[in-house]
T-cell receptor, first 115, second 114 residues
Framework: AQSVTQLGSHVSVSEGALVLLRCNYS??????LFWYVQYPNQGLQLLLK??????LVKGINGFEAEFKKSETSFHLTKPSAHMRDAAEYFC?????????????FGTGTRLQVTL | NAGVTQTPKFRVLKTGQSMTLLCAQD?????MYWYRQDPGMGLRLIHY???????AKGEVPDGYNVSRLKKQNFLLGLESAAPSQTSVYFC?????????????FGSGTRLTVV
């Protein structure tokens, strides 16, 4: 079985500060990992994905995430937060192979950006 | 623009009423999903389909039914709505089961059951 745990349901940072959103996964096989962003009253948009190529993955809007197998982590970072980054962020996992037919999502982290 | 379209966007139902939510995708994706999103609980899978004519139960299927008569459409039905089904419903699709590209999501349907 696969699962993801997002540490911290709410994260608040100042504009210009580092953004760090944590995600740890549990999977019996090597996984694919994803970060999605949801802006208010919108659907989820793909930020970035890890599909077993480079461990450091760059996404849209200046976000990146690093796959660390030894720590079973896939934390999302951005060097400098902007007001427009305020949103809810979801980590998701799926296996590379096998018969499972769906992504498993974390419970989400709401990012607040203050002046 | 290609993508996933959900209708309606908003709906208010009375307890016991029925309704159908429609999801349509024009990307020729094989897999389609219905999720509900509730505060603090993330996204929970209701039902999914791995191809035309197929459906399967997800994590929280009770009180819902689905149909996939055409590859591009995935319908979610509530036969007798209950206040516990007040939620935001999202449809998603993926090309296949390999998830190389993740999911494409619709913009959601906000349902209130009173």
């Amino acid at each position: 079985a696969q699962s993801v745990t997002q540490l911290g349901s709410h994260v608040s940072v100042s504009e210009g500060a580092l953004v760090l959103l944590r995600c740890n996964y549990s999977s019996s096989v090597p996984p694919y990992l994803f970060w999605y962003v949801q802006y208010p009253n919108q659907g989820l948009q793909l930020l970035l994905k890890y599909t077993s190529a480079a461990t450091l993955v760059k996404g849209i809007n200046g976000f990146e995430a690093e796959f660390k197998k030894s720590e079973t982590s896939f934390h999302l970072t951005k060097p400098s937060a902007h007001m427009r980054d305020a949103a809810e962020y979801f980590c998701a996992v799926s296996p590379l192979t096998g018969t499972a037919s769906k992504l498993t999502f974390g419970t989400g982290t709401r990012l607040q950006v203050t002046l | 623009n290609a993508g996933v379209t959900q209708t309606p966007k908003f709906r208010v139902l009375k307890t016991g009423q029925s309704m159908t939510l429609l999801c349509a995708q024009d990307m020729n994706h094989e897999y389609m999903y219905w999720y509900r999103q509730d505060p603090g609980m993330g996204l929970r899978l209701i039902h999914y389909s791995v191809g035309e004519g197929t459906t399967a139960k997800g994590e929280v299927p009770d009180g819902y039914n689905v149909s996939r008569l055409k590859k591009q459409n995935f319908l979610l039905g509530l036969e007798s709505a209950a206040p516990s089904q007040t939620s935001v419903y999202f449809c998603a699709s993926s090309l296949d089961g390999r998830f190389l590209y993740g999911y494409t999501f619709g913009s959601g349907t906000r349902l209130t059951v009173v």
